[in-house]
């Protein structure tokens, strides 16, 4: 799909984070098909720099033309392209508690390449209740599930004190990357790629920038 | 609390968003309440460079003292400070589906110095359904609450297509930071503090950087 003269490797984080947010700008206008849209118009419209909103498109998509800007179906579709939301990628949850369940339930994976396979717990009383009709499996079936079904992406819901070892049980295994919701570090090796959400953290850095807010206008 | 000599301005987005991950970090230690840590050994276990932590850790305490580091418990102190979770600050959530229950019954919000009081949800077979024994109610009541409630934090776990009125009417109800699970751009006023949360995009930047980790070892 995307264009030869497209390098996909040598994007930084920063960049792969920030393209996201290009996309959902993008399917949140109601654009024509044959619609163009400039770097300048999606840089003013989410208050970036032009200058990074013209570099970051350009490591992505080869359509850019000067003065006129991009076909937005087309640069939609090398951001989907690059992203690999065309993809369809298995991946497992561990912690089958509310957010897990949560996570498990969502339907919405699938529009980024994402199907959530089945969730492990190591509480018996869990185990098998079906939600939204995907398996919840106990913890003892994970290593084979997961090396059956070549699984490269676990994702961990469970508490702090718990979070290593299930790390670390999925390393085994065979998934070479973790995104992780207990709030604790994880330590892994350096083969295998970690993201780390934490909510609640996420929520005090927004109430730190509102009281920034706040006394920047006194 | 805090030193006086300490500024608490003028700390980037970028440097805010490091400050939960050395506090994870230290807490995961097994430290004894006297020990110190260095700048270094912190760098060091994490994968960040020694400069940018000691410039973070300096930012938010004074207690840092030339080859010995800082009084780990002290450091720990300091963060949760400046972070704020010591406070105790109530919020809301719109939209009462498997995510939005998830957050409201989530018991790990209260070490961050928040309280998530209540649910609203537009669907009436929804409402009055306790969960966790906080209540949902219905969004007709929004308004109200939340104003003799003084509430300042919304969070948004509607579908993408009705999350730029609920922000809207958040807005309007005087909420004035906004964290958005709906997988859309969201138009807010200057004043207003975002952020933006997309678990399905983090999670296919997590197959990108696995992916590259994968081809960068060929």
Do not use: W
């Amino acid at each position: 799909m995307g264009r030869e003269s497209v390098e996909p490797k040598g994007v930084s984080q920063a960049v792969l984070g920030r393209l996201p947010v290009y996309l959902s700008y993008l399917k949140s206008q109601p654009l024509h098909f044959d619609a163009s849209i400039s770097a300048t118009t999606i840089a003013s419209a989410l208050n970036m720099g032009e200058v990074q909103v013209r570099k970051d498109l350009a490591a992505v998509s080869g359509g850019g033309k000067p003065k006129v800007g991009y076909a937005a179906s087309e640069l939609i579709n090398d951001l989907e392209d690059f992203l690999g939301y065309r993809n369809s990628e298995d991946a497992v949850v561990v912690g089958a508690g509310k957010l897990g369940l949560a996570l498990l339930g969502y339907n919405g994976f699938i529009e980024y390449g994402f199907n959530i396979v089945a969730a492990f717990d190591a509480n018996e009383s869990i185990v098998s209740k079906s939600s939204d009709e995907k398996p919840i499996f106990h913890i003892s079936k994970f290593d084979d599930l997961c090396r059956r079904m070549r699984i490269r992406i676990g994702i961990i819901t469970v508490p702090a004190a718990a979070a290593q070892s299930v790390c670390d049980m999925m390393i085994n295994s065979g998934i070479l990357a973790i995104m992780n919701f207990a709030p604790t570090h994880l330590r892994v090796p350096e083969n295998i790629a970690l993201n780390n959400q934490n909510i609640a953290a996420d929520l005090a850095i927004l109430r730190k920038r509102l009281t920034e807010k706040i006394s920047g206008e006194k």
